[in-house]
């Protein structure tokens, strides 16, 4: 998938990497989407401070946070980061969260996307991520495209309430 201009749900998606003007608006989304979806807040993304300055935590060699945009509106972000304590050649699938207006319309399928092809570009030959059940859809999407669950955490993202733990060989 090239950076450029896509349809799906939502007409003409900009799939494009994360700006430091985008902050406030995916902390915003992110934050939402705990609330939306009556997850729990605790050890998770929502209060992790690194939530609110998006573009200056991406800037580390080897991560990737991608953003869609339609027009002037920030839609969600994924991105690929290279968790400490991760085994040899892996990474963590990240911040993949979308704004209420963009779920169920094929955005998060172009990021998700997006993500796989750069963590493979990057030479990454593994991807975790971790989750909560109350991101049943996320979940479910993840297990189509090949992520199989753990029965523990790996690596050191922070995240303490995180309680679904799954990776892929890419």
Excluded at 30 to 58: Q, S, W
Excluded at 66 to 73: C, I
Aim: charged share 20%; hydrophobic share 40%.
């Amino acid at each position: 998938m090239q950076l450029g201009t896509y349809f799906c749900g939502v007409k003409n998606v900009l799939i494009r990497p994360v700006e430091a003007s985008d902050n406030a608006s995916l902390a915003e989304i992110i934050r939402n989407a705990f609330l939306d979806f009556g997850a729990p807040t605790k050890g998770t993304v929502f209060e992790d401070p690194t939530t609110d300055n998006l573009h200056g935590l991406f800037c580390a060699a080897g991560a990737v946070l991608w953003v869609a945009v339609t027009g002037e509106t920030l839609l969600g972000c994924c991105g690929i980061y290279p968790t400490t304590g991760l085994p040899d050649g892996y990474a963590e699938l990240v911040k993949f969260y979308l704004s209420a207006a963009a779920r169920g319309k094929g955005v998060g399928k172009l990021l998700l996307t997006k993500s796989l092809e750069a963590a493979a570009a990057l030479h990454y030959k593994g991807i975790y991520l971790e989750s909560l059940p109350q991101f049943d859809t996320a979940v479910g999407i993840y297990e189509r495209l090949g992520f199989r669950k753990l029965e523990h955490p790996i690596g050191n993202s922070g995240h303490t309430g995180c309680t679904i733990w799954m990776a892929k060989e890419l």
